[in-house]
């Protein structure tokens, strides 16, 4: 059996070498190591300075515990600072909106976790984006807002009888 440790110093977390500064922290992915398949749980090791993604809300409820250190988490009623031992919820949808960084002067850990779901659909506000993701790697989806305000039946044409 297979039981990672989010205290352990060495967590396997791995970087993403595509990840611009500033969204640069190291991911290890609890569940699925466990053999998870109904929730996706996953640590996070969140350097000085970076932040963990942009302003977004989901439409699944998504949770934050805070193992070592200290955080800032905006939502849309302002902004907190989130100590170690402490949890937070975001609700499925606007309400739900979040961004998570560090301003300490050392690495924070963090886990996150929600349902897992396909289709899965992400809103940034702040970059006026919606992503898709499909589970099949070839139906993926990141567009501007704007881009995606189309009409039911734009593009398609009636089948000639």
């Not at 000085?48 to 439409?59: D, F, R, S």
């Not at 998504?62 to 939502?75: C, F, K, N, Q, Y």
Request: glycine content about 10%; some cysteine; charged content about 25%.
């Amino acid at each position: 059996m297979t039981r990672p440790n989010a205290f352990q110093d060495e967590i396997n977390a791995e970087y993403d070498d595509t990840d611009p500064e500033g969204y640069r922290c190291a991911e290890a992915p609890f569940g699925k190591a466990i053999g998870g398949k109904e929730l996706n749980v996953r640590l996070f090791e969140l350097p000085e300075g970076q932040n963990l993604c942009p302003y977004h809300y989901e439409y699944v409820e998504e949770w934050l515990i805070v193992m070592v250190g200290e955080v800032e988490v905006r939502t849309p009623t302002g902004t907190e600072t989130v100590h170690a031992g402490e949890v937070c919820c975001f609700p499925a949808g606007p309400d739900g909106a979040h961004k998570v960084w560090n301003e300490g002067a050392a690495s924070a850990r963090i886990v996150m976790f929600s349902r897992e779901a396909a289709p899965a659909v992400c809103v940034y506000p702040d970059g006026d984006k919606v992503g898709v993701w499909t589970g099949n790697e070839q139906d993926k989806w990141m567009f501007r807002g704007a881009q995606g305000h189309l009409e039911y039946f734009d593009g398609e044409l009636p089948a000639k009888h």
